[in-house]
């Protein structure tokens, strides 16, 4: 086994093959660049050693320093983790040529996986069974055209180099064709450095089912049972669970057998997963056809852990250092159910637009870290892999994901009980995230009775985004009692209740005088809305809320560092954090916030201002769609920005004319940068 080795990456999966290194004794080297000097990866490592700009390409992707640094540092092998280099053949073949282990296949496996219409014309020979669809050299946008007009719409374009759900588009008509590909391509360039795409037949209702296989040195192989990741959003996977509902023991066997051909195919060692595309049938039966292979470790590779009471990273470790499997395939069995959920920052509300910013707050559930126990299964209830800590900054620079939520449970019921419970419990405070979305997700209707399928988000959509589950009265009731609490000085929660929590004793206003019932306003935003709400101090010293045309009683006290409200016949425990002027506000039932208008603060009423469009974050120009002059409508497409390694569509707020292009393609842009301006139509002002 080696003594030391050097973590090629960053975020929760340095920490995640860090902890596993430190059980077995193995001692790590962190790299970091300037975006990450303070990052949580860089404490959880022996020692850390400085890369470059903040950039992937001037850090993470710096092959060669990477290298130069294992070699500096006394390490023996380089885990990759997954993104950045785990799938580059060349940095791959970089170590060995310098005496270094890549903890991963050999790069002639990544060579021959790494490029999806190759890849596929390798597992056709293999008898592996394939999408319909052209996966060929000739790249003219005619020709791909008439390959996709030939197939019938729709049609799925893909990067050939593709992953993560970069560089993918589906196509429903032929006049849209030249657009997504066009679009696809750019996206390509800029992830992967190779524009190829492919052209494949869009199964409908299909589910994405995938096969976690090993291999090591000695042409053993097993498969460890499979993952469902058919839930996604913009074609990247939001929560994954294994086993697969509703897969008979029948197709996993032989799916099992299917994946395990694939990599004895390109004599493939260590951690891979074969992916399938699974068709259902409306008699309910399921054809799988081979997609792609990812020659790395999965970010879903938790749920496997949790069913099989496994440490993958401890087993490739024991592979790349010469070590058979520890495992038959005999040897392996299903316990309960696990199910995964990846917390971004983003905003499902806003077409999943990824947010920057400080976590400001970061509470998670009581977690208990990934233990194989003596003579059987792990079995963790509740699991989170996080790179970062609270204080910490989500930069433009890398993926938004936050953290991954993981839950284990006897049966699927139980483990989607406990998936709502610990999302409750994940408290983040100071970007917009993706929490309590997930929890509509995991109680809407189609993933409680495990109808899946990649369509499920767009299927489920009104019980998915836009939603309120708090409600004004209660969440005006909860910031007035936040107020309260914060200008009385009053102790006994465990957490102070506000990011900016000095309070000066001259400014409480709670309201006081000497005779009479005495009354108080407050003014708040609620989902760009103006809510008024006046309490009453009555003589026996109870509360009286009023909200709008609403009012009753309003009694509140200390509870699980929160409080126990009571407003409108309602009764529920709330955990309230303000930062500026935003409460948020958590509960059993779900999230919310709301903005808090200092009366007296403010001297007069902020203006919304027109005619612009901005930057929603930080990233670069990729085109206009429009010049100077040009007529625009609600709704219409104006500009495109990338950023965390996204495109991202700028839409017309209204009608107008086109003013000013401030920037040109190709410009780097910070959040709020104003991108263009519209002006008045005859109509009217925009």
């Not at 996966?135 to 019938?152: E, K, S």
């Not at 409460?583 to 208008?597: E, M, N």
Request: contains cysteine.
């Amino acid at each position: 086994m080696f003594k030391k080795i050097l973590i090629a990456n960053r975020g929760e999966i340095a920490c995640r093959v860090a902890a596993t290194c430190a059980r077995l004794g193995i001692k790590t080297v962190a790299v970091y660049s300037d975006a990450d000097d303070h990052a949580k990866h860089v404490a959880a490592c022996d020692e850390a050693v400085y890369i470059g700009g903040s950039s992937p390409k001037d850090s993470y992707l710096r092959w060669e320093k990477i290298i130069e640094t294992a070699l500096a540092t006394g390490a023996q092998a380089i885990h990759p983790g997954y993104g950045f280099l785990s799938e580059n053949d060349a940095f791959a073949t970089a170590c060995h040529d310098t005496g270094l282990i890549f903890i991963g296949p050999p790069a002639s496996a990544i060579q021959a996986m790494g490029l999806k219409a190759e890849s596929k014309q390798l597992m056709e020979k293999a008898g592996v069974p394939l999408v319909p669809g052209y996966h060929g050299a000739n790249q003219a946008p005619d020709f791909l055209q008439t390959q996709a007009d030939g197939m019938g719409y729709p049609v799925l374009i893909k990067a050939s180099a593709g992953g993560g759900g970069k560089g993918m588009r589906i196509v429903d008509k032929s006049k849209d064709f030249a657009a997504a590909l066009a679009s696809c391509k750019r996206e390509a360039i800029n992830s992967f450095g190779d524009d190829a795409v492919l052209i494949e037949k869009y199964v409908q209702r299909p589910r994405h089912i995938e096969i976690q296989v090993f291999g090591d040195t000695q042409s053993n192989y097993v498969y460890l049972f499979e993952r469902d990741c058919s839930v996604q959003r913009r074609h990247q996977k939001v929560l994954e669970e294994a086993p697969a509902p509703g897969l008979s023991e029948a197709m996993r066997q032989q799916m099992g057998a299917t994946a395990v051909a694939a990599a004895r195919a390109v004599n493939y060692v260590g951690a891979g997963t074969v992916e399938f595309i699974v068709e259902q049938q409306l008699n309910g039966g399921m054809n799988f056809f081979f997609m792609e292979m990812n020659t790395r470790l999965q970010v879903e590779h938790p749920v496997t852990e949790a069913i099989t009471g496994l440490d993958l990273v401890e087993w490739q470790l024991l592979v790349a250092s010469g070590e058979p499997l520890p495992l038959k395939q005999e040897d392996l069995r299903i316990t309960g159910h696990a199910i995964e959920a990846r917390i971004c920052a983003e905003n499902p509300d806003n077409q999943f637009l990824p947010a920057t910013g400080q976590l400001k707050i970061y509470s998670l559930p009581e977690h208990v870290t990934f233990e194989r126990t003596a003579g059987g299964n792990a079995m963790v209830n509740v699991r989170v892999d996080s790179g970062v800590r609270e204080g910490d900054t989500i930069s433009p620079y890398y993926d938004s994901m936050i953290a991954k939520l993981i839950v284990h449970g006897a049966t699927r019921e139980q483990a989607l009980a406990r998936m709502d419970e610990a999302l409750a419990k994940t408290h983040i405070v100071g970007l917009n995230t993706n929490v309590q979305f997930l929890r509509y997700v995991v109680r809407s209707d189609s993933f409680a009775q495990a109808n899946l399928d990649t369509g499920l988000i767009p299927r489920e959509a009104t019980a998915l985004f836009n939603q309120e589950p708090v409600g004004i009265e209660l969440a005006v009731a909860a910031a007035v009692v936040h107020t309260l609490h914060t200008e009385s000085g009053e102790a006994g929660l465990s957490k102070p209740t506000s990011v900016n929590a000095w309070i000066d004793p001259l400014s409480k206003r709670d309201g006081w005088q000497s005779h009479g019932i005495r009354t108080r306003k407050f003014e708040f935003e609620f989902h760009r809305e103006k809510v008024t709400a006046q309490l009453r101090y009555l003589h026996d010293g109870a509360l009286h809320l009023s909200v709008g045309d609403v009012s009753g009683a309003l009694s509140y006290s200390h509870a699980d560092a929160g409080f126990d409200i009571s407003f409108l016949k309602q009764r529920i425990i709330v955990k309230t954090y303000k930062n500026i002027d935003l409460v948020s506000i958590f509960t059993v039932k779900g999230a919310t916030q709301i903005i808090v208008i200092d009366l007296l603060e403010h001297a007069g009423e902020a203006h919304e201002e027109r005619g612009r469009l901005t930057a929603p974050m930080p990233g670069k120009v990729v085109s206009f769609a429009v010049k100077v002059g040009d007529k625009v409508v609600k709704g219409q497409a104006l500009a495109v920005m990338d950023a965390m390694k996204m495109e991202h569509t700028i839409a017309a707020p209204a009608d107008g004319v086109v003013q000013e292009l401030v920037y040109q393609p190709g410009d780097q842009v910070v959040e709020g940068a104003e991108l263009l301006k519209l002006g008045a139509t005859l109509e009217g002002a925009v």
